[in-house]
């Protein structure tokens, strides 16, 4: 099994950056990816960003040249940096982890962008 501890996130004012990280123990091994996925109320859950042990990354285009997703492989850690923040960034962002052909996810950290 795979545990989780998320931490960062919190509120923050439009325009402004926020951090959260992930770290993953357990049963992991290589390769696999991290990432970050969120929820919006009433919305599905939608992809951040993820990042490959091999550090390949990807972005939802909304997220392009704002979040910053990177990792370290030793401690089993994600990050993301989080710039130019937006109301419409408001939602539960949940780490990720696949390895093989198994998903696990963290219990989610709250993203709160508002005046």
């Known amino acids: 099994q795979v545990q989780f501890v998320e931490s960062g996130g919190g509120w923050v004012q439009p325009g402004g950056s926020l951090s959260v990280s992930c770290a993953a123990s357990?049963?992991?091994?290589?390769?696999?990816?991290m990432g970050w996925y969120r929820q919006a109320p009433g919305n599905q859950r939608e992809l951040v960003a993820m990042?490959?042990?091999?550090?390949?990354?990807n972005y939802a285009d909304s997220m392009k040249g704002r979040f910053t997703i990177s990792r370290n492989n030793d401690k089993n850690t994600v990050y993301l940096q989080m710039n130019s923040l937006k109301p419409e960034d408001t939602a539960v962002y949940y780490c990720?982890?696949?390895?093989?052909?198994?998903?696990?996810w963290g219990q989610g950290t709250q993203v709160t962008v508002s005046s």
């Open positions: 990720y982890l696949r390895q093989g052909r198994s998903d696990y």
């Open positions: 357990g049963s992991i091994f290589r390769p696999n990816t």
């Open positions: 990042v490959t042990s091999g550090d390949t990354t």
